[in-house]
C-alpha cells in the first residue's frame, strides 16, 4: 500500500492528508492487520512465560527492555511511536490488559559483543520481567566471520539463564544488505539453535518479512527503507504487532482483541 501524504497524530489516531481528501487512521489500520497477519503462521512458537502470566493475574506493571541496534533504536526519519518496540508496548498492554512498560535500549550500528558489554547496565539493572533481544544484523555487515559474536551471544543467554530473566531472541530482516551477506545464513542458523539450546523464544522476522513478500501483501521497498538496510514503518508495525502476539499468547490464555489503532503508512 504505497500512500504519499503527511502524517498527523491525534487522540490514538492516524489521519494522511493526502491533497484534499482525509483518511480515518481506523480504516488503514485494519488494512495494515490484515496485511501483517498472513505471516503470523511463521512468527514463531510461543513459549510459557509463567513470570508475565503472574504479573498479569495481579494485575501488577510489566517492565520489558528492548535490547538491539538501529532496529530498536530507530533512525532520524522514522517516529518514536511508529517503532516495534513502541508498537510492541501498545499491543501487549491492550492485549494483557495490564500496564506494559518498554525500556528502548537500541544502539545504532551496535555488534552482538557490543550489546553485551552493557547487559549488566543496560538490562540487568533495570530489573526486566522480559529481555526482546533483536541482534546479529550489524555483526554480518561489518565483521568477516561471525564465530565470535555469536559465542558472545551464548555466552549471555547463559546469563540470563542464571538471572532467571526470560528472553526473546528478534532475528535478521530482509534488506539488499543483508541478504547479500554470506554470513546471513550462519547467523540466522545461529539464532535458531540458540532458541532451542537455551530454551527461549524466537521471533523470526526473517521469515516474516519474506512470507509478505511471497504473498504479495507487501513489496520489498514496502518493507525496507531506500538505505537498502532500514524497516520501514509497514515493517515495525508488523514486526511489533505479531512479536506482541507471541508474547501475550505464551502469557496469557485469552487475550483481548480490540481495533489497533496507530499503523504505518509505508
Known sequence: MAVSGRVIFRNGMVRLAIGASILCGSALAGMAVERCSKAKAVAGLEKSLPVLQEKVDLGEPIRIVALGSSSVEGTPDMPRDQLFASVMERELARQMLTPVEVVNKGKGGETIPKM???????????????????????????????????????????????????????????????????????????????????????????????????????????????????????????????????????????????????????
Not at 164 to 188: A, F, I, Y
Not at 200 to 228: N, Y
Not at 239 to 246: D, M, N, P, S
Open 116 to 266: 553485551v558489554d552493557r547487559i549488566e547496565r543496560d538490562v540487568l539493572n533495570l530489573k526486566p520481567d522480559l529481555v526482546v533481544w533483536q541482534l546479529g544484523v550489524n555483526d554480518v555487515l561489518q565483521m568477516d566471520g561471525v564465530d565470535g559474536a555469536i559465542a558472545r551471544m551464548e555466552a549471555a543467554l547463559e546469563t540470563f539463564r542464571k538471572a532467571k530473566l526470560p528472553v526473546v531472541l528478534v532475528d535478521l530482516q530482509v534488506s539488499p544488505l543483508v541478504d547479500r551477506d554470506r554470513d546471513t545464513p550462519v547467523m540466522q542458523a545461529a539464532i535458531t539453535e540458540a532458541g532451542k539450546k537455551h530454551g527461549v523464544m524466537h521471533f523470526h522476522r526473517q521469515a516474516i518479512m519474506k512470507r509478505l513478500i511471497e504473498t504479495d501483501e507487501a513489496k520489498p521497498s514496502d518493507l525496507v527503507q531506500a538505505d537498502g538496510l532500514h524497516m520501514t514503518q509497514l515493517a515495525h508495525f508488523c514486526t511489533g504487532k505479531l512479536l506482541a502476539e507471541q508474547i501475550a499468547g505464551s502469557s496469557v490464555s485469552k487475550p483481548v482483541a480490540i481495533s489497533a489503532t496507530r499503523i504505518p503508512v509505508r
